[in-house]
């Protein structure tokens, strides 16, 4: 009879490790998630801004009809590009907790652990997601008083944070890489202020790339923000559209997450010196 082939050894390593890396990710991640539950004040607070977002700069301009939305009103344009900016304002800070941790010892805990450096970035960039979650869950539930035709279909409801968590990581690994270079939270205060609104309205979150000039469209085209706004205003209201393709823009946010991933992971370790 014949026996079947035995496993290499080398195939069981790389399934370990591969289990080994993505529990360690977690686990980073859950520590974070730890610090949002013991604190859901800062969840009321960060609802104000989008609150104002839909229901002062929504209404007003939905009035005054002066911007291009095609078939869905301007309110319904607007609100994707709300969820997508609560979420980069929450991220854009996060190197801020990184120097925390140094100042209190907590990094140097984490540079003692075998815990791999990209697993303990993507970490980091992952509890950022679900705090991105958590002003989706916001948007929405602001969205729905404001009469936004929203999609409630599982499969859309699933890409809408699906997509928020990407972007989420994204920024907040683009704020630990800032972070490790800056070094002190006053300069990442300032900084991170100066990244915020360029990333905003360089992005088509408030009104559609065909409105900007051509030397903006250079720079929304390279701007991660936009291709979460495409993809979210697809998933999100009843006649959105991708302009990209949902593909392309998930595409484009997990090649910018790899990104940052890779050069985090090499300039975490700096933070601590």
């Known amino acids: 009879m014949l026996s079947a082939p035995a496993a290499r050894p080398g195939v069981w390593a790389n399934a370990g490790a591969a289990v080994q890396f993505f529990g360690d990710t977690l686990t980073i991640a859950e520590a974070d998630w730890r610090k949002l539950r013991h604190d859901p004040v800062e969840l009321l607070v960060r609802a104000v801004q989008p609150a104002l977002w839909l229901v002062v700069f929504g ?9 291009p939305t095609g078939a869905i009103s301007y309110r319904d344009f607007l609100t994707p590009g709300v969820l997508a900016q609560s979420g980069l304002f929450v991220a854009i800070f996060y190197g801020i907790s990184a120097i925390w941790e140094r100042d209190l010892g907590v990094l140097q805990k984490y540079m003692a652990s075998p815990v791999s450096r990209v697993a303990l970035v993507l970490g980091k960039g992952l509890s950022a997601g679900v705090r991105g979650v958590s002003q989706g869950v916001i948007v929405f539930l602001l969205s729905i008083l404001l009469g936004v035709d929203l999609r409630f279909e599982l499969g859309a409801m ?3 944070f699906a997509a928020v968590v990407l972007a989420s990581a994204v920024f907040a690994t683009l704020s630990l890489i800032v972070s490790c270079l800056v070094k002190t939270r006053e300069r990442m205060m300032g900084i991170g202020q100066v990244l915020t609104m360029p990333l905003f309205f360089a992005s088509n979150a408030i009104y559609p790339v065909d409105l900007m000039p051509g030397w903006l469209r250079v720079i929304s085209a390279i701007n ?3 291709y979460q706004v495409d993809a979210l205003r697809a998933l999100m209201i009843q006649g959105g559209t991708s302009v990209h393709g949902l593909g392309v823009d998930f595409a484009v946010l997990a090649g910018f997450l790899a990104l940052f991933v890779a050069i985090g992971s090499r300039l975490y370790p700096s933070l601590v010196a």
């Open 59 to 67: 209404q007003v301009f939905g009035h005054i009809r002066g911007i």
């Open 158 to 160: 699933v890409g809408v």
């Open 224 to 226: 991660p923000l936009t």
